[in-house]
T-cell receptor, first 116, second 116 residues
Framework: ETGVTQSPTHLIKTRGQQVTLRCSSQ?????VSWYQQALGQGPQFIFQ???????GRGNFPPRFSGLQFPNYSSELNVNALELDDSALYLCASSLPGQISNTGELFFGEGSRLTVL | GNSVTQMEGPVTLSEEAFLTINCTYTATGYPSLFWYVQYPGEGLQLLLK?????DKGSNKGFEATYRKETTSFHLEKGSVQVSDSAVYFCALSDPGAETSGSRLTFGEGTQLTVNP
């Protein structure tokens, strides 16, 4: 069984640039969510995708956007990068309703973004 | 809104010591509660969960009881091992999980170091 994989693992951008992070969900999982984890903090929910549509969003501005593809993989796009966007970005996959049934999200190891 | 508060860390213990990591929460409705663990170089993993008041979640020698009256979900282990060294996150599910799916609210995390 293939786990959640994310790419790239590390990247450095400058303020104002745009970034795309990628995620392949665990086999059979059709729901993908993204989290931002600042240094020394817990993960914060950005949004969730199900059936290629955004289905739930946290308190993040519109310059954070995403896509989900028919194979359930996903992208997180961040435009007009700011210094405070420096963080570990985590992707998690699950089956729909699984969070309420088992509480188990399957997380990737994350993409560490540094904005200079 | 929902929030999770964990005891301030880091926590350093000797092998075979007793562990308690405190977690309290604020939520409307009746959330499910979770402990996730992040080992060095790995993604977050579900450690245990409880879905209703007085439920006890347990796994790998760790336990936590859902206490609605004190809005707490403290993590305990009777005898820690060096291999338990990791960051531990308390989390709750959005009570509106029907539409929010994989939206978890995390605490800030507690770094545990166990020395031989």
């Amino acid at each position: 069984e293939t786990g959640v994989t994310q790419s790239p693992t590390h990247l450095i951008k400058t303020r104002g640039q745009q970034v795309t992070l990628r995620c392949s969900s665990q086999s059979g999982h059709n729901t993908v969510s993204w989290y931002q984890q600042a240094l020394g903090q817990g993960p914060q929910f950005i949004f969730q995708y199900y059936r290629e549509e955004e289905n739930g969003r946290g308190n993040f501005p519109p310059r954070f956007s995403g896509l989900q593809f028919p194979n359930y993989s996903s992208e997180l796009n961040v435009n007009a990068l700011e210094l405070d966007d420096s963080a570990l970005y985590l992707c998690a996959s699950s089956l729909p309703g699984q969070i309420s049934n088992t509480g188990e999200l399957f997380f990737g190891e994350g993409s560490r973004l540094t904005v200079l | 809104g929902n929030s999770v508060t964990q005891m301030e860390g880091p926590v350093t213990l000797s092998e075979e010591a007793f562990l308690t990591i405190n977690c309290t929460y604020t939520a409307t409705g009746y959330p499910s509660l979770f402990w996730y663990v992040q080992y060095p170089g790995e993604g977050l993993q579900l450690l245990l969960k409880a879905t209703k008041a007085d439920d006890k979640g347990s796994n790998k020698g760790f336990e936590a009881t859902y206490r609605k009256e004190t809005t707490s979900f403290h993590l305990e282990k009777g005898s820690v091992q060096v291999s338990d060294s990791a960051v531990y996150f308390c989390a709750l599910s959005d009570p509106g999980a029907e539409t929010s799916g994989s939206r978890l609210t995390f605490g800030e995390g507690t770094q545990l170091t166990v020395n031989p």
